[in-house]
């Protein structure tokens, strides 16, 4: 399909950051993930791009938060079912963008996986706000979409990112 690129044409991430944007929408009670299938989903494009190598940043939304945010939106707890689902760590950043993220990115190792906190803290995120945009992309070289749930949606972390960086499709978009 022409200019439609996937993790086939994605060529060496090795040392790269590719910001994944992955669909962890799941159900939590108690402070823990009560479905993990949606993270199951996703677990091969994660895998594949870590073992390449890549620096793989995770951006997702979580419910919707109406006043920025909020611990009953938070995405901490689910890092750490994530990490159950790889068999791997997976850090956690306590923001998407500014310093927080930055920090979280720059400690990173080739290899490494790392869950920024929910994008709808932001209202720019569903508002595709250009300059929240840049924000989250100064974080990244590489963006993979592998949310085919929320790909249909024009936020920032689903259409605007892929006008700013180069973009491939995950293994749950082909």
Not at 27 to 56: M, N, Q
Not at 97 to 114: F, P, R
Request: glycine share 8%.
């Amino acid at each position: 399909m022409a200019g439609f690129k996937t993790l086939d044409d994605i060529g060496a991430v090795s040392g790269k950051r590719v910001l994944v944007r992955v669909d962890l929408n799941v159900p939590v009670a108690d402070g823990k993930v009560t479905d993990a299938t949606r993270i199951e989903r996703i677990a091969p494009t994660i895998a594949e791009l870590s073992k390449k190598g890549a620096k793989v940043i995770l951006l997702a939304h979580f419910g919707r938060p109406k006043d920025g945010p909020s611990a009953e939106f938070s995405l901490e707890p689910i890092a750490r079912a994530t990490a159950e689902v790889l068999g791997r760590p997976v850090g956690f950043a306590a923001d998407c963008i500014g310093d927080k993220a930055a920090e979280a990115v720059a400690a990173m190792k080739d290899g490494d996986v790392l869950l920024f906190e929910n994008t709808r803290f932001y209202k720019a995120e569903e508002k595709n706000d250009p300059a929240f945009t840049e924000k989250l992309a100064a974080n990244g070289d590489i963006y993979v979409n592998d949310a085919f749930s929320a790909a249909h949606r024009a936020h920032a972390s689903t259409e605007g990112l892929a006008h700013r960086l180069p973009a491939y499709a995950g293994r749950t978009m082909q």
